[in-house]
């Protein structure tokens, strides 16, 4: 998909996309003219989307939809989408299972996904894997460990996807926004309210700067431009970056009481 292409005639599958960010891609891919599978772990959701846009719904665990996915498409994908995601607050002290699901959900369902989707790419030499990161991956998020570590472990496989196949030709695209206007937004309470409502955007949004990302054969998506500061800033200076995000912390802890 290069410049001045559409995805029409493509075929799309689209994780966690009953709402939010994963709804608007599904419904920009669709208005492009490719043939959309929506998946949601909720059925209803995913059905509504897919009915809204002509769409397939594909209900289940993003961990295991791609057989029905490829089936439903009628034997391919062109470009998967790996949107769904927990976003899971809390520190270390979070139990277990909180932690094993942010895991299974946010990594590993993507390393899943490609376990089954790459023999085939590889075998005809295109591909396409778009990871719904987060800018906490990039960067961080206070008052979420889970949320924030494995959204740093998608970002590293999804770097680890682009350079080991990117000459096979694999394009991968790593998504990662700061606020959207999502149901997982208005569930970050405070520390949300703070760093992330401020300048959160639409999901349409982040539509707009995947398409402009893959027409420009470009790994990261910035649907906030002044991430890519702040990640510059975090490589430059790690202790002054550090700093000022405990003093985040610090005025966090104080707006909690």
Not at 56 to 63: H, N
């Amino acid at each position: 998909m290069s410049t001045g292409q559409t995805a029409e005639g493509t075929t799309v599958v689209v994780t966690g996309a009953g709402g939010g960010i994963g709804a608007a891609l599904a419904r920009r891919f669709a208005a492009q003219g490719a043939r959309v599978v929506v998946n949601d772990l909720d059925a209803d959701k995913a059905r509504t989307t897919a009915e809204e846009i002509g769409a397939i719904a594909v209900p289940g665990d993003a961990s295991t939809v791609v057989g029905a996915a490829r089936d439903a498409l009628g034997g391919t994908i062109d470009i998967y989408c790996a949107n769904a995601g927990l976003g899971s607050g809390g520190s270390e002290s979070a139990p277990e299972e909180v932690w094993a699901a942010a895991w299974d959900v946010n990594v590993m369902a993507h390393v899943r996904a490609a376990r089954e989707l790459l023999p085939h790419w590889l075998e005809r030499g295109h591909g396409r894997f778009v990871s719904t990161v987060s800018a906490a991956g990039l960067l961080t998020m206070i008052g979420a460990a889970p949320y924030s570590v494995t959204k740093h472990g998608a970002l590293a496989f999804a770097e680890w996807l682009s350079l080991t196949y990117r000459h096979r030709g694999i394009r991968v695209h790593a998504i990662c926004p700061q606020g959207v206007r999502t149901d997982m937004l208005a569930d970050t309470g405070t520390a949300g309210d703070l760093v992330l409502k401020p300048t959160a955007i639409e999901p349409d949004e982040v539509a707009d700067a995947l398409f402009a990302a893959m027409a420009e054969d470009r790994f990261l998506v910035l649907p906030h431009p002044e991430v890519a500061d702040y990640s510059t800033a975090r490589a430059a200076a790690p202790d002054r970056w550090l700093t000022s995000m405990n003093h985040l912390q610090q005025k966090w802890e104080a707006s909690a009481g």
